[in-house]
DNA sequence: AAGCAGATCAACCGCCCACCC
DNA sequence: GGGGTGGGCGGTTGATCTGCT
């Protein structure tokens, strides 16, 4: 038996809040103050869920917030804070005058994140990618070199011509590294035109992952394409059945058809545990 | 101009904890 | 001590906006 609603979700209104709302909210405040958000709906005249008037107030109305956009210096409080205390939203919004949590956990998902990406930083830990890596290797048993080597560079000749760089790990605790890797997105093109100490110059993590490959590799007249390694998973399949790619996503395919015949398997093998997660 | 995809952000959901009776 | 409640929090959703083709 879960705990009852805060109120009959069924009747009140829900979605966007309109001007009339918001003057209701703002006058009950005026006169009343904050606090005993579940009677605000009756008392305000308004047919919305205490809770939902709470944060209406606390996220938009509140007098105090700044509605512009972030500066330099809120966004380097921000990614040092989250460095030090992690996804502390409400933590890190009080360091901040003006801006409430849902604001800064916004501008994370939707700036900071994808900015420390491509950086090569992990967002998580707030350390490069090949570092992360290589961490996972030791605590996981793997030596280094082999912890490395879930990095695969995807030969995938896609629609835009683009290189994936994925974790070739399908299943992982540390899935938030998959993630990130899997938005690691270089053209073809660039790679080829640089040699490695060039990118490795504007970018940590393979500046890092450069310094483990082996040495004949890691020369400064490499290019990219030395380290473009063959899809393990389609190498395979190739074994078995010596089919010419189509031009148009082969390594995907060949990836999710791995993944959906491991799937099906294990769901034969394991009906009980399975099927609650496999409704593709 | 229309359609589409990705980005943005307000709002919601459900869990947790402190407080009160 | 235990149940009920209010408020806070982090994660997620979905409507809207924006830019590109």
Redesign the pocket.
């Known amino acids: 038996m879960?705990?009852?609603p805060?109120c009959d979700?069924a009747n009140v209104?829900?979605?966007?809040?309109t001007a009339e709302e918001d003057a209701k909210i703002l006058a009950y405040v005026a006169t009343h103050g904050i606090?005993?958000?579940?009677?605000v709906p009756q008392k305000a005249g308004l047919n919305?869920?205490?809770?939902?008037c709470?944060?209406?107030w606390?996220?938009?109305l509140r007098p105090d917030l700044k509605?512009d956009n972030f500066t330099p210096q809120e966004e380097d409080c921000i990614l040092e804070l989250h460095k030090t205390i992690g996804?502390?939203?409400?933590?890190i919004a009080k360091q901040l005058p003006g801006r409430t949590?849902?604001?800064v956990?916004?501008?994370w998902?939707?700036?900071l994140k994808?900015k420390l990406v491509n950086m090569g930083i992990d967002p998580v830990t707030h350390k490069p990618f090949a570092q992360v890596f290589a961490e996972y290797g030791k605590i996981s048993g793997l030596p280094i070199q082999n912890a490395t080597n879930h990095i695969q560079f995807y030969n995938n000749t896609n629609q835009n011509n683009q290189l994936f760089i994925f974790s070739n790990e399908t299943s992982t605790p540390h899935h938030h590294l998959q993630q990130n890797y899997s938005t690691q997105i270089y053209t073809r093109e660039t790679l080829q035109t640089l040699s490695l100490s060039e990118v490795s110059s504007t970018n940590s993590s393979f500046s890092s992952l450069q310094s483990q490959l082996p040495s004949s590799s890691s020369t400064s007249t490499s290019t990219w394409n030395d380290f473009i390694l063959e899809d393990p998973l389609t190498s395979s399949v190739e074994e078995m059945q010596p089919v010419e790619q189509p031009t148009c996503c082969p390594a995907m395919d060949s990836f999710v058809d791995t993944i959906l015949a491991r799937d099906k398997q294990m769901l034969m093998d394991f009906p009980p545990f399975l099927d609650v997660y496999l409704h593709y």
């Open positions: 879960g705990r009852p805060c979700k209104k829900r979605g966007p809040w606090g005993n958000w579940t009677l919305r869920c205490g809770k939902s709470r944060l209406r606390t996220n938009y509605h996804s502390r939203w409400s933590l949590d849902n604001d956990k916004n501008y998902n939707t700036k994808k």
